[in-house]
Nanobody, 114 residues
């Protein structure tokens, strides 16, 4: 089973940027759509961005125009570039397939201060 390790989170001021990475232990090529999810304190996990094997993307309205998802199938890695961060982006971020394809990783925490 593919294992996922997220990294790149941290503390950033509002308006700042972060780039998250999701490294898979096995091939993600077989996973048609990969996605980034987030879970804020007291809220359910939500999908914020997805990318197909061919590179088509879609985003939640709350991040559209600010976040960019990409994937490198050769490196088995998925990225999330986050710009113009807002305090409401504060959450633990996870990657997985869309729909869920494997067990969840530990996530990476993003904290945006106002």
């Amino acid at each position: 089973q593919v294992q996922l390790v997220e990294s790149g989170g941290g503390l950033v001021q509002a308006g700042g940027s972060l780039r998250l990475s999701c490294a898979a232990s096995g091939s993600i090529f077989s996973i048609l759509t990969m996605g980034w999810y987030r879970q804020a304190p007291g809220k359910q996990r939500e999908l914020v961005a997805g990318i197909t094997r061919g590179g088509s993307t879609n985003y939640a309205d709350s991040v559209k125009g600010r976040f960019t998802i990409s994937r490198d199938n050769a490196k088995n890695t998925v990225y999330l570039q986050m710009n113009s961060l807002k305090p409401e982006d504060t959450a633990v971020y996870y990657c997985n397939g869309v729909p869920i394809a494997t067990i969840w990783g530990q996530g990476t925490r993003v904290t945006v201060s106002s």
